[in-house]
């Protein structure tokens, strides 16, 4: 089992900054990939940003340039730096992470609000 817990949500301007955190525990040497989703009302959960094991990294259209996701392996943990905020990017954002044998385990999820 790994768990997962996110931290760094809130309510920013457009055009504001916020970075988010997910720290993980458990079984984490089974991970071989990190990632955020998102999903706003409805809509369906969508991919956000990804990370690999070897690093790798790759990004929803509507992010490549404003957000940047990175690790810190002491940590054990996955950030999502997110500029230039639009009200678009408003949605609830979930931090997953896939073990080797395909299980994917999910954060509790963190609000993000964009105002105009």
């Known amino acids: 089992q790994v768990q997962l817990v996110e931290s760094g949500g809130g309510l920013v301007q457009a055009g504001g900054s916020l970075r988010l955190s997910c720290a993980a525990s458990?079984?984490?040497?089974?991970?071989?990939?990190r990632g955020w989703y998102r999903q706003a009302p409805g809509k369906q959960r969508e991919l956000v940003a990804a990370?690999?094991?070897?690093?790798?990294?790759n990004y929803a259209e509507s992010v490549k340039g404003r957000f940047t996701i990175s690790r810190d392996n002491a940590k054990n943990t996955v950030y999502l730096q997110m500029n230039s905020l639009k009200p678009k990017d408003t949605a609830v954002y979930y931090c997953?992470?896939?073990?080797?044998?395909?299980?994917?385990?999910w954060g509790q999820g963190t609000q993000v609000a964009v105002s105009s």
């Open positions: 458990g079984s984490i040497f089974s991970i071989n990939a």
């Open positions: 997953a992470a896939t073990a080797q044998w395909g299980t994917r385990y």
């Open positions: 990370i690999t094991s070897g690093g790798s990294t």
